[in-house]
């Protein structure tokens, strides 16, 4: 279908604001610096019953994680669900402010504790810094759940374009690793495959606000040897097994790169008898999935995710 004229007038803008990566901006420091120059919108923060920041402990010889814990309204004694949420933002810009919203309002649409992950970011730490500061946290979370008001039994992953990869890619690593198995996974628009050879990438290349051009620059950021390209942590695509996960939301938008991988991914996942509801939202691009106050597929993409995530956390 046609590109949403609000969803038009909103890439209009973000693409005045947002640095050219991989073209004129080719160093990660500058795109975060041109970044954090941005005014912030003057909105208020969604309320929840109690935000907190902390560090948990990162892998083996690497530095602590910072989480950010979300507990959601109205609070009671009840163990709440977990969810682990990985931010988006190539493996390279975006923290745990650029989605504190989201994860606010993912508190309290779900009922369920929120942390999210301040990964390592590229191209300081490359491949797997992100992926295994992400299941440090997981593995931290199963074992001290309860003592958040967490439940032990019901913690999810989730997560959005970069961080959805992380999200497909942490029940990997539980199951190769006897860890912590997730009970379900919520991938918005992941960002799963390096080749970049689909007609989504060929179609939406330009013009949608994530560009090829970025994903491609990501990709170069993230990957420290191109070999790594092939790994499963790095490309989940690129796993020859995919069975014994767990069931996975997996949502998509028509005007995005990403749109093909990630559709893919979910028919591969239900090849190997993992159950997967598929969601692709027509008219919408990259990034729609945080703006449910200005389009309408994003308030009906939020209640389809955050209704997929009671369901599978329900006590």
């Known amino acids: 279908m046609p590109l949403d004229p609000v969803a038009k007038a909103i890439i209009d803008l973000t693409e005045a604001r947002f640095p050219r990566l991989g073209t004129e901006v080719l160093d990660a420091a500058e795109a975060r ?5 941005q005014p912030a919108p003057p909105t208020e923060p969604v309320p929840v019953a109690r935000v907190e920041d902390r560090r948990l402990p990162g892998p083996a010889g690497a530095p602590d994680v910072p989480v950010r814990l979300y507990w959601p309204r109205p609070a009671d004694d009840t163990p709440l669900p977990v969810v682990v949420f990985c931010h988006g933002g190539g493996f390279v810009i975006c923290d745990l402010d650029s989605h504190d919203r989201m994860c606010r309002e993912m508190a ?8 999210s ?11 797997p810094a992100a992926a295994e ?3 440090a946290v997981l593995c931290w979370t199963a074992a001290h759940a309860a003592g958040l008001g967490g439940d032990p039994t019901r913690i999810a992953v989730a997560g959005d374009s970069a961080g959805g990869n992380l999200a497909a890619v942490l029940p990997l690593m539980a199951r190769d690793r006897g860890g912590p198995m997730p009970v379900f996974q919520l991938l918005i628009y992941p960002m799963l495959d390096p080749a970049q050879n689909t007609p989504s990438y060929r179609d939406n290349a330009h013009g949608y606000f994530v560009t090829a051009d970025h994903l491609r620059w990501y990709w170069q950021q993230y990957l420290g040897d ?6 499963p942590y790095a490309s989940p695509l690129a796993a020859p097994d995919l069975t014994a996960l767990p069931p996975a939301h997996i949502l998509t938008a028509e005007y995005d790169p990403l749109r093909d991988e990630g559709e893919t991914y979910a028919l591969r996942l239900r090849e190997a008898g993992v159950p997967v509801d598929i969601h692709r939202y027509n008219g919408v691009f990259h990034g729609f999935f945080g703006m449910p106050g200005h389009l309408t597929a994003a308030t009906k993409a939020n209640n389809a995710a955050h209704s997929a995530l009671r369901a599978a956390l329900k006590g």
């Open 33 to 37: 610096r041109i970044l954090a120059a």
């Open 108 to 115: 309290n649409a779900t009922g369920a504790l929120i942390i």
């Open 117 to 127: 992950v301040d990964y390592r970011r590229a191209p300081e730490d490359r491949f």
């Open 133 to 135: 500061d992400a299941y």
């Open 226 to 231: 191109p070999a790594d390209a092939a790994h």
